[in-house]
C-alpha cells in the first residue's frame, strides 16, 4: 500500500501497423518531453542490440530462418529480459516513450494464422510483463499508408502480412487505448500526442500503481 502514493514515470507505448509514424512521434515525444523537464528515454523493440535481440534481427533481415512459435518467445523473451531495468527506470522517475511491445508480438504472430498459435496462445507469454500506463494506437488509413512509400526488405512487410495485422490489432484493441488519426501532418499528430503524454506522466507522477498483464 505504501508504494501506491510514490512518484514514478510514465510508460507510453506507441503501437501501429508499419510507416503510421510512430517512430517518429516516439522520438519527438522523447525530445519534448525531456525540454519540459520531464526524464525521459526512447526505448524500441525488438531491442535488436541484446543477444536474443541479434538473433531477431537475423531473422527479420531473412538471414536465419526459424520456427514461429520459437520466434514469437524469443519476441516476448527480449521484453522479459528488460523487465527489471524497466521497472527501475519507472521507479526512479524515468519516463520510457516505448516503441512497439507485446501488443506488436501479439498481432505479429497471430496475423501468421497458423495453427495453435492464435491470439490466445501468443498472450500467454505477455503474462507478468508490465502493462503500459498510455497507449498510443497510430491509426492509419492503408491509402496514407501506401502514399508514405513502399515496403522495406524485412520479413513482415508485405501487403498480406500488413493486412493481417491491421485486422488483429483491431481486434486487440481496449477502451483504455488512445487511438490517434495518424493519417494527418507530423505537427498535428504531435499536438495529440503530446497532450495524451502529459496527462499519463502526472498520473504516474501523482502515484499511479505500476500494472502488469494478466
Ligand atoms: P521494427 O520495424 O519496429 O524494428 O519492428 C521489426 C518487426 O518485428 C516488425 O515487422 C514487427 C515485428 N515484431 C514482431 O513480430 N514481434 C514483436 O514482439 C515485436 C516487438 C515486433
Redesign the pocket.
Known amino acids: 500500500a505504501a508504494a501506491k502514493s510514490l512518484s514514478r514515470g510514465a510508460f507510453i507505448l506507441f503501437e501501429g501497423v508499419?510507416r503510421c509514424g510512430k517512430t517518429t512521434q516516439a522520438s519527438k515525444l522523447v525530445e519534448s518531453l525531456n525540454q519540459s523537464g520531464v526524464a525521459s528515454e526512447l526505448w524500441?523493440?525488438?531491442d535488436r542490440t541484446t543477444t536474443i535481440g541479434k538473433m531477431i534481427d537475423d531473422y527479420?533481415q531473412c538471414k536465419a530462418d526459424s520456427d514461429d512459435a520459437s520466434m514469437h518467445l524469443l519476441?516476448?523473451a527480449n521484453r522479459w529480459e528488460k523487465k527489471k531495468m524497466m521497472e527501475e527506470k519507472l521507479r526512479a522517475g524515468v519516463t520510457l516513450v516505448v516503441?512497439?511491445?507485446?501488443y506488436?508480438?501479439v498481432a505479429?504472430?497471430s496475423a501468421k494464422k497458423l495453427p495453435g498459435l492464435d491470439q490466445q496462445w501468443c498472450k500467454h507469454s505477455e503474462t507478468g510483463l508490465v502493462k503500459p500506463d498510455c497507449l498510443m494506437y497510430m491509426e492509419i488509413s492503408e491509402d496514407a499508408a501506401k502514399k508514405r512509400g513502399g515496403f522495406g526488405e524485412?520479413r513482415?512487410e508485405t501487403t498480406e502480412m500488413q493486412k493481417n495485422v491491421r485486422e488483429v490489432f483491431a481486434d486487440l484493441r481496449e477502451d483504455w487505448w488512445n487511438v490517434v488519426d495518424a493519417d494527418r501532418t507530423i505537427e498535428e499528430v504531435q499536438k495529440d500526442v503530446q497532450t495524451i503524454a502529459k496527462d499519463a506522466v502526472e498520473r504516474c507522477k501523482r502515484g499511479k500503481e505500476l500494472e502488469h498483464f494478466e
Open positions: 508499419d524500441r523493440y525488438p527479420l519476441f516476448a516503441d512497439r511491445y507485446g506488436s508480438g505479429f504472430t524485412e513482415y
